[in-house]
């Protein structure tokens, strides 16, 4: 997971000129399970991560704006892994708030941030957090929300200019996701 927010970093600092804003367009992944509203076409990755439990496939669909200088976000991302049965149980709040609270804290140490805040999120009956983490001195912000359902990790996030962090684009983003039954 730290691998991806390092390049989520990386993606952030390209500059370009934008023509116009694409529509919005809603993105499905059958394997994945989910879909999403994005403002442009998801790009796909899989790697492998090194964890605690093993190493497990780590899957990342992201969107990035040619456009720096006047996207709302830099980049929108959807990420999940698929953890061994039972290493996630949503049944114990205490498992639970250890694995949120450690994947944060790689996040912010990840990117050298600094945690803005964290919430509790659920997602429907799915055990949830939300959080941001400043970074770049203080010039960019990441938001991500993150879920647990059944072994599989889901995580959506968004980056930006801390100028622009108030926009809607990344809470209409993150609000559209949806699993797929």
């Not at 691998?3 to 370009?16: D, E, N, V």
Request: charged content about 20%; some cysteine; proline content about 4%.
């Amino acid at each position: 997971m730290r691998h991806y927010l390092f390049f989520l970093l990386l993606l952030s600092l390209g500059a370009g000129p934008l023509a116009g804003q694409q529509p919005w367009e809603e993105f499905k992944s059958y394997e994945g399970r989910f879909r999403v509203l994005s403002p442009g076409v998801f790009q796909q990755q899989v790697d492998s991560i090194e964890t605690p439990v093993g190493k497990l496939a780590y899957h990342v669909f992201f969107y990035q704006p040619a456009a720096k200088d006047s996207a709302d976000n830099l980049i929108y991302m959807v990420s999940y892994c698929d953890y061994p049965d039972f290493s996630l149980d949503a049944d114990s709040t205490e498992l639970l708030s250890e694995f949120f609270e450690a994947t944060i804290e790689s996040a912010v140490e990840s990117v050298q941030g600094e945690l803005a805040y964290a919430s509790d999120r659920p997602y429907f009956d799915y055990p949830g957090r939300i959080w941001r983490i400043d970074y770049l001195n203080g010039q960019a912000v990441i938001k991500t929300r993150a879920l647990i359902v059944g072994n599989r990790y889901y995580a959506l996030q968004t980056a930006t200019l801390k100028g622009h962090s108030l926009n809607t684009a990344s809470d209409r983003f993150m609000d559209s996701f949806r699993l797929l039954e």
